[in-house]
C-alpha cells in the first residue's frame, strides 16, 4: 500500500490546522472574516481521504499534545435586511407625511385589529418567504390586548410599533390606485326568460398547481388544468367556450343574472348580492378562476380608440357595451380569463371577506401584490382621486390595511381600494385610475439600527507581525484545483504589477502572502537507516 501523498500527509494536516487556528484567533477585525473563512476552508481541502493517512494522523495525536479547537466566528446569523422585489424605499419622518395627523387612525386600528386575528393565530411561517415575514405578529399581539378608543390613542399606537417608509416601484416616485366594490344585482335561482346567464360554482374537473382541491377559495394566479380521467390534465376552458356552453347542464349553476355584462362586473370585482325575487339575498365570493391572464377590457377600448384613456371609467365601459350588444360579446371574450363563484353565508349587514379570510373595511381595506406583501400590512396612500365627481381631484390622505388580493394588482406600491356595496361606491371605485404616493409601516423589529445593535462589537484588529503573517487574502481562491500553487505561485508573483497608489503600496508590502510550508517529501529511507530502525525494534521487543 502507498503512503499519503504530500497534499494529505499528517504534516501538512498538522500545518494547516495551526495555520487555521492562528487565522482563526487573531483575524478578528471585520476586515479579516475573509481570512478566517479562508484558512478553514483550507483545512476542510487538506482532509485525509484513506484510511491510512487517518492511520498516520491518529498516530501523530499520541506524539503531540492535544492542540485546542478553532475558535467560532464571532458573528450569529442575524436575519436579512428588508427587502422588496422590484422596490425602492426610504425612511420618511412621521411630520412629513402629509395628512398624517389629520387621518382617522381609529377606523385604520379597528380594520388592524380584524386582520390580526388570523396573524396571532398562526403556528406556521409563511409558506412564500416575504419582506416582512413574522414581523406582524408584535404588534398585533400589543394591539389585541388594547382597547383603544380615540383617533389620537390609535395614532400614537402606530407611531410606537411601526417605522414609516415611503415607497414606490423602482425608478418611479409614485405608485398607481384603483377601486372596487360588491355589485348588488337582480337575480334568481332558476333559469327564466328575463334571467339567462349562470353563475357558476368551481367545477370539479379544474385542477390548480399546487393546490389542494378541498380549499375553500383557490389561488388567483398559477396553472390550472382540466382533469380528463386521473392523469392527462389539459387547458381549462376559457370564456368564450364556457359562455357557449362547455360546462353547462352540470348543475354548477348558484343563481342566474339578466346579462353577461352583469356577471363580467361581478367577476371583476370577485363578490356581488344578489337579491332575489322573493326579497332574499345570495351572496356570492371568489372561489377559483380558469387560469387565462385578466385582459382589461378597458384597455382594448383604449387601444381601439373608442374611449379616451381621461374619460375611462366602469360605467363608460357598462355604457358602451350596452349601446353595441354585438360588439360587447366580441370585446368581452378578449378577456379569456373566468371565475367561479361559491356561496357564503353573510348577512346583509356584513361585508364580503378578502384573501385573507376576514372581512373586508369600507374605505381602508386594500387588495395588494401577495406574492411582494403579508396582508395586514399597514400603507398611508396620498394621492387627489375623483371622489366627489369625475372632474375632481379629492385629497385622499388614509391608512389603509392590505386585506385582499387581486390578479391585476402587481407591484410594491399597487393597490386596489374598496370602497364598499351598491351603485355609489361603484360610481366612485370605477373612476379611479390614478397615481398615488405610498408609505408602508413596517414592524420596529425590523428597524435596521435596532438589528445593528444586536451586532457584537468585533475584536481588536490584528497586530502589525500578525497582518504580515497572514494577508487578507483567499487561500482557496488563489490556488489552482490541481493543488500546485508552489508552481503557478512563481509566474504569477512575477509579473510587473498595475500602477497604484502609493497608500495601496504600502498595504500590499504589508499584505504579502505567505505560502504553506511544503509537506515533508515522501522519500524512501536508506538501507542504513532501515538496518539501524530493525535493531531498535528488535531490542525494545525483547524488553533489553
Known amino acids: ?32 472574516y475573509a481570512v478566517a473563512v479562508g484558512a478553514t476552508a483550507a483545512v476542510l481541502s487538506l482532509a485525509p481521504s484513506s484510511g491510512f493517512a487517518g492511520h498516520r494522523s491518529h498516530a501523530s495525536h499520541h506524539a503531540r499534545p492535544h492542540l485546542p479547537a478553532a475558535r467560532p466566528l464571532p458573528y450569529p446569523q442575524l436575519a436579512s435586511p428588508l427587502e422588496i422585489g422590484g422596490g425602492q424605499y426610504a425612511p420618511v419622518a412621521w411630520a412629513d407625511i402629509l395628512g398624517w395627523r389629520e387621518d382617522d387612525h381609529l377606523l385604520a386600528y379597528k ?32 394591539a389585541r390586548a388594547l382597547e383603544i378608543d380615540t383617533a389620537a390613542r390609535a395614532k400614537t399606537f402606530f407611531e410606537e410599533h411601526f417605522l414609516a417608509l415611503r ?6 416616485a409614485e405608485g398607481f390606485v384603483t377601486g372596487y366594490y360588491e355589485p348588488i344585482l337582480d337575480g334568481s335561482r332558476t333559469q327564466t326568460e328575463i334571467y339567462t346567464v349562470p353563475v357558476y360554482r368551481r367545477p370539479s374537473n379544474l385542477f390548480v398547481r ?24 389539459v387547458p381549462y376552458y376559457d370564456r368564450a367556450e364556457i359562455e357557449d356552453g362547455a360546462i353547462a347542464g352540470r348543475g354548477l349553476e348558484i343563481v342566474w343574472l339578466k346579462n353577461q355584462t352583469d356577471l363580467l362586473f361581478t367577476q371583476i370585482q370577485g363578490s356581488a348580492r344578489v337579491r332575489l ?14 387560469g387565462f391572464s385578466y385582459t382589461p377590457v378597458g384597455r382594448i377600448l383604449i387601444e381601439r380608440n373608442i374611449i379616451p384613456r381621461d374619460q375611462m371609467s366602469m360605467q363608460k365601459i357598462r355604457e358602451w357595451m350596452q ?29 364580503p371577506v378578502g384573501a385573507q379570510g376576514v372581512s373586508l373595511s369600507p374605505g381602508r381595506s386594500i387588495a395588494v401584490d401577495k406574492a411582494l406583501h403579508v396582508y395586514g400590512t399597514p400603507f398611508f396612500i396620498e394621492g387627489e382621486l375623483p371622489i ?18 387581486g390578479s391585476a394588482i402587481v407591484g410594491p406600491a399597487r393597490a386596489d381600494l374598496y370602497f364598499g356595496a351598491g351603485a355609489e361606491a361603484g360610481k366612485i371605485s370605477g373612476r379611479f385610475r390614478h397615481n398615488a404616493r405610498f408609505v408602508m409601516l413596517v414592524p420596529n423589529s425590523l428597524d435596521p439600527s435596532a438589528r445593528g445593535r444586536k451586532m457584537p462589537v468585533p475584536d481588536p484588529r490584528p497586530s502589525e507581525k500578525i497582518a504580515k503573517l497572514f494577508p487578507q487574502v483567499d487561500p482557496l481562491k488563489d490556488q489552482p484545483q490541481d493543488g500546485t500553487a508552489a508552481k503557478s505561485a512563481a509566474p504569477a508573483a512575477a509579473q510587473p504589477p498595475a500602477a497604484v497608489a502609493p497608500a495601496a503600496t504600502a498595504s ?3 499584505a504579502k502572502p505567505v505560502p504553506l510550508p511544503e509537506a515533508r517529501p515522501n522519500v524512501a529511507p536508506s538501507r542504513e537507516t532501515r538496518r539501524h530502525r530493525d535493531r531498535h525494534h528488535r531490542h525494545h521487543r525483547h524488553g533489553r
Not at 115 to 141: F, H, M, N, Y
Not at 278 to 285: A, E, M, Q
Not at 325 to 341: H, I, M, T
Open 111 to 142: 380594520a388592524f385589529r380584524i386582520s390580526c386575528r388570523p396573524i396571532v393565530a398562526e403556528r406556521k411561517p409563511p409558506a412564500e418567504p416575504k419582506a416582512l415575514g413574522t414581523s406582524l405578529r408584535d404588534p398585533c399581539r400589543a
Open 277 to 290: 325575487e322573493d326579497g332574499s339575498t345570495v351572496r356570492i365570493n371568489y372561489d377559483a378562476h380558469n
Open 388 to 405: 366627489e365627481s369625475e372632474q375632481s381631484k379629492t385629497p385622499f390622505r388614509r391608512l389603509m390595511i392590505a386585506q385582499d388580493t
Open 1 to 32: 500500500m502507498s503512503g499519503p501523498s504530500p497534499a494529505t500527509s499528517p504534516h501538512a494536516i498538522r500545518t494547516g490546522s495551526w495555520l487555521a487556528r492562528e487565522a482563526l484567533n487573531n483575524a478578528r477585525g471585520a476586515g479579516w
Open 210 to 233: 399546487g393546490a389542494r382541491e378541498s380549499h375553500a377559495g383557490l389561488p388567483n394566479k398559477g396553472q390550472v388544468f382540466r382533469k380528463i380521467g386521473r392523469r392527462k390534465l
Open 323 to 351: 349601446q353595441n350588444p354585438d360588439g360587447a360579446n366580441e370585446l368581452r371574450r378578449q378577456n379569456r380569463s373566468y371565475v367561479f363563484f361559491r356561496e357564503v353565508n353573510l348577512s346583509a349587514a356584513e361585508e
Open 508 to 510: 500590499a508590502e504589508i
Open 167 to 172: 415607497i414606490s416601484r423602482l425608478g418611479e
